[in-house]
Nanobody, 118 residues
Framework: QVQLVESGGGLVQAGGSLRLSCAAS????????MHWYRQAPGNQREFVAS???????NYADSVKGRFTISRDNAKNTVYLQMNSLKPDDTAVYFC????????????WGQGTQVTVSS
């Protein structure tokens, strides 16, 4: 059974940092494109960052230069380093795994809350 488990969320002051982790129990994790999304109250879920099997990364404009996505295939884990956090970054952050081969192999974690106080 596929599971994605996020951790590392919490309460931080504006300007601070957090590092989110997503541990994935996925066969052939190394081929999956991994994403981070977030959803603030009353808002739709939005893309934050992604990393491909080859290590190519992509970021939402709102987090470029502040957030860094990385992966450790030996640990089946993807990370999101978040620096210079702003109150607007407050949201539930979700990990997503997408197979590049089978579109139906798309999985979500349960989310972790990030709250940034001003």
């Amino acid at each position: 059974q596929v599971q994605l488990v996020e951790s590392g969320g919490g309460l931080v002051q504006a300007g601070g940092s957090l590092r989110l982790s997503c541990a994935a129990s996925i066969r052939l994790f190394n081929i999956y494109t991994m994403h981070w999304y977030r959803q603030a109250p009353g808002n739709q879920r939005e893309f934050v960052a992604s990393i491909t099997r080859d290590g190519n990364t992509n970021y939402a404009d709102s987090v470029k230069g502040r957030f860094t996505i990385s992966r450790d295939n030996a640990k089946n884990t993807v990370y999101l380093q978040m620096n210079s956090l702003k109150p607007d970054d407050t949201a539930v952050y979700f990990c997503n795994a997408q197979s590049p081969v089978r579109p139906q192999d798309n999985y979500w974690g349960q989310g972790t809350q990030v709250t940034v106080s001003s």
